[in-house]
């Protein structure tokens, strides 16, 4: 493996005439290549915290439908225990409390589920995934790496990265954009 500097481009023309810069610049063709990627493997959202992981609907969190059923639930189960604990005892009050909770829980996530049907625009259809095009230059010495970035940035790259990486007659044998992802940006 050694050093590929990479840049990324939000088309192909763009990054075709970068790799002309770059082979006019000195680079031997073999040592650099251009492929299609898709954005999104290359900046994957950062994973969801639990309180960011909810999805919320007019302002209220899905799933507040289901915590009112239950508590709404659990105080008819509670008054329903209480009545037949004369004859039930009190494990009559706490089965009444269990299974009104219950009950109210999966009323109230139905309702909501309705609601959410009845209030939300349909999704939107499936689009085409976002490409975008990666120029990557083989260059193991600093001199190489430094003029490698400099034609990149003045032919626009959104984006330039330093990695290591095997690339061999223009094509990068090792790719892998979970590992690309976590290179820094240069």
Not at 92 to 97: D, K, S, V, W
Request: proline share 7%; hydrophobic share 45%.
């Amino acid at each position: 493996m050694t050093t590929v500097v990479t840049g990324r481009f939000g088309s192909s023309g763009a990054a075709a005439h970068a790799v002309s810069r770059l082979i006019e610049s000195g680079f031997v063709a073999a040592d650099t290549g251009s492929f299609a990627v898709k954005t999104l493997d290359l900046d994957p959202p950062p994973p969801a915290t639990a309180s960011e992981g909810a999805e919320t609907r007019a302002g209220q969190t899905i799933g507040s439908e289901a915590i009112a059923g239950m508590v709404g639930g659990t105080t008819v189960g509670l008054a329903l225990g209480a009545a037949s604990a004369t004859f039930l005892g009190p494990p009559g009050l706490i089965a009444g409390a269990a299974i009104g909770a219950y009950a109210g829980s999966l009323v109230g996530t139905l309702a909501g589920q309705s609601e959410a049907s009845e209030d939300d625009p349909p999704p939107p259809a499936a689009a085409a995934s976002p490409t975008d095009t990666l120029v990557a230059v083989r260059a193991p010495e600093s001199a190489q790496q430094l003029s490698a970035i400099e034609v990149l940035r003045t032919e626009g790259a959104l984006e330039i990265k330093k990695v290591q990486g095997d690339l061999s007659n223009g094509k990068w044998l090792d790719f892998d954009p979970s590992t690309y992802a976590a290179a820094i940006k240069l």
